[in-house]
């Protein structure tokens, strides 16, 4: 059985405007699908999740679907812009609710998470991707996620600068190193989890 | 004339859910009325406030209403909770928004912002207010705002408790220290700034 | 063969002063070594770590040895207390010499930290762990250790209080349930990336 | 009578290393002297401050002479080069060394600081800027300081990139603007702050 991932795209802008976050996110997601692994990926932005903590903020929340793919993944993939050297609202929206997870532990302690491997996607026009990255690492792992090692893909221009990664001609010789390296990373360590889950307490 | 503040609470849930935040974000606004302040405070919540970078993200957008009244005042106070040792995702929303300053330059360069002071409140269970401030303090001082000396108001109980501000049967000496001195610092300053604002380059 | 774990304290302080930093870095380090781990641990501020991102500094500089045990093992437990609400500057000076991992690749592009597992314990008395672990995964992925699931094993006092963890009269449960689960995880994961390591590109 | 300000370098390399963070603390330091203000500017790594939170870690501590000529100034600039995306260890220890004010309040509990301004300075050659401002605004308002409106002084390359700041051929004209944006506000805050000091509770 083939492996799954599913990419978050935590843009603030819905769909057609053009997104520096997708086009860096799939070149994630097409190194993945290289390696077999079937891909699907989410623009938050193109739904109503609401604000909470729960797994279910009722009527009209695209949650728990959206929830239901990633439980059904073994590899998530998150990508955010970044606002003022910070993640994204819609990031962070998908992370409080990505904490309902505490409700939600097995008999023997351990939570649906253990075993999923969560890999960062970050672009932005001039600063911020080591701090994005950090506060999603953090926020992954406490739900359960396992980081592979390596920085994450990402993508910056100079400071106070206003080009976007969407505009480049081609993909940097470096960040295409990250991304590679990413994939590979998050492949094989989902892949090992996946045959030797985390044993219960 | 007396001097505004405005106070966003950015809970993440509704009114009429009881809302820790609130509660010491209103002891805030409260000291600041003692010395004459003008306040209110909105619970943003209860608006449709667009994810973006504009003043306004058209129909239906909470936010320019909002902004006009952080506009309007001298003092802001953001109170935030806090989710997984972050800030939420609606004072994330809310930063987002401020972002728009950068579009709103006079013509000697200034900010409308310029002038104005910001203070943080921070509520969480467990574990977090110092994070939360450094993220708060810096898009606030970004956008425009200055930052008075001190710590921000704050309160977390013991790790990976359970307890919340709103059930303590009393305000903790400690708590309404910072309280005290957030609002005294803010009135002060708020007014030197009314009075000598920041000059032209 | 058996697994190998290094403990680093980045406390301020030299020994012999008590550390609350030391006490929960030994209960993860015993709950490895009831796995059967070789465990050892530094105190940091017991040596002269000279400032650099460079793997040696010349004469006098501790780190060249430090570096080596950290090379030989499998598991990294890095262990700091929270001051201002931020990791101390003892850890910061630890991370910014493994930076020179940069400079040791391998032919294969891999790095000498790949498949090593890393974790991290935090002690504070009031506020900090979650910002902590975030500052230290985002180091410790990017020269390339890989981070379990799971919350670092942590304990902070309540909001401006001065109860230190090494006089608790006991381990609080929640803190020893992380302190475990930490273990378990690090001995799990080095394991399996030790005897399935990273691909190379 | 002037203002006084100092400048703290927190490069990890000590002199006569060429510093791109002196560089650019030196173009803030020489607006503040155009504004008639007293200026001097310490390089951190040239001396032995030792790790701790008193005011003096006892003998062969540099950082009582340090902390007595911040304490003369009005004006704090802090300039530190980023590590991992990250504020140095040597910002760190500094930031430590100040958290010993909280030892010195005075009888009406105001501390020693309050009053004083306190503007950031940050160099990195690809990304960091940000955050590193967001963990030293909150450091620096905790422990008393005020912090102006506007973004911190900075200059950071583009992502991945190996350029430094003290190689350009000329200051960016975006980056000139941050400069003189500090130090006018610093220039002006100081001022009102030193004319009309924080009350009393």
Known sequence: MSLKAVGLNCTLKASPSPSSTQKLLDEVLDALKGRGVETTSIRLADHDIKPGVTADEGEGDAWPDIR??????????????????????????????????????????????????????????????????????????????????????????????SKNYIDLPKTPEKVNETVQTLARHCFHLAGLLDRHPYPAP
Do not use: C
């Open 68 to 161: 239901r793919q990633i439980y059904d993944a073994h590899i998530l993939i998150v990508g955010t812009p970044i606002w003022m050297g910070q993640p994204s609202s819609v990031v962070k929206r998908a992370m409080e609710r990505l904490d309902a997870v505490f409700d939600e532990a097995q008999d023997d302690g351990r939570y649906p998470t253990y075993g999923k491997v969560a890999g960062v996607v970050v672009v932005g026009n001039e600063d911020g991707a080591h701090h994005v990255s950090a506060e999603l690492y953090q926020a992954l792992a406490d739900v359960g996620f396992t980081i592979p090692a390596g920085s994450s893909a990402y993508w910056v221009g100079e400071a106070m600068g």
